[in-house]
């Protein structure tokens, strides 16, 4: 692997290891538990005044575009499954205390969706749904930067709390953590995980993330733009 950057060699090795352990494939969604992840997904009713205010054009222009972004990456990912792709979860625990909490969680989801994304990838079989996942986080990477320096933090911080020069990527484990709170019920869809190189699996593991997301920015963005 020494093509790699150390980032995807990275996230091969842990892929690797998980899927020798058998943990891929086996983790289900189980409701709130403890979590390494970013401080950010447990501390959404911090203090005012970090974030850029007043609202202007162009926050409101980023913040729309994300959401459309959001439902976009949905559509796709339904259109790839076609008759596989699971139903939409029910949610929950969406509508924050104010602007500065619906920040927060937002800058969270899109960083944690970076790791995934990056997890995920390396496991992916297909050239064509391996540049589809690339694609998708690409797009959450530009998110998680700009919703970064909105909120007055390092654009390269990642869900892990680390400014780094490479993404890290997030075990299964920890990413089913980070939705945990936020989703009621998987609603009959398949249990939240996925098992490498079952293409299917991963897309539609992909696909909760972005129902998540586009709910979340469906629910608030009218509310504060």
């Not at 139903?87 to 625990?93: A, I, M």
């Not at 969270?108 to 986080?137: D, F, H, M, Q, R």
């Amino acid at each position: 692997m020494s093509d790699l950057s150390p980032a995807l060699a990275s996230a091969a090795e842990r892929m690797e290891n998980m899927s020798r352990r058998g943990l891929l494939g086996k983790a289900v969604l189980t409701g709130i538990a403890a979590m390494p992840v970013v401080g950010l997904l447990a501390s959404t009713s911090q203090a005012a005044g970090r974030y850029q205010q007043p609202i202007d054009a162009s926050a409101r222009e980023a913040f729309t575009d994300i959401r459309l972004h959001e439902n976009d990456h949905v559509a796709l990912l339904k259109k790839i499954l076609g008759s596989n792709a699971r139903p939409k979860p029910k949610f929950k625990n969406l509508k924050p205390a104010n602007f500065n909490a619906f920040v927060t969680l937002s800058r969270a989801l899109e960083n944690v969706g970076c790791g995934a994304y990056l997890a995920a990838t390396p496991a992916i079989s297909s050239k064509s749904v391996l540049a589809t996942a690339a694609s998708i986080a690409l797009m959450e990477a530009r998110h998680a930067g700009f919703l970064n320096v909105f909120s007055g933090v390092d654009v390269s911080r990642n869900a892990l709390n680390d400014t780094t020069a490479f993404e890290r990527p997030l075990t299964l484990q920890q990413v089913v953590n980070a939705a945990s709170p936020y989703i009621a019920s998987l609603n009959g869809g398949p249990p939240a995980s996925f098992t490498a190189g079952n293409d299917t699996s991963i897309l539609n593991f992909a696909l909760l993330l972005e129902y998540l997301e586009a709910e979340y920015y469906n629910i608030n963005v009218p509310l504060y733009f």
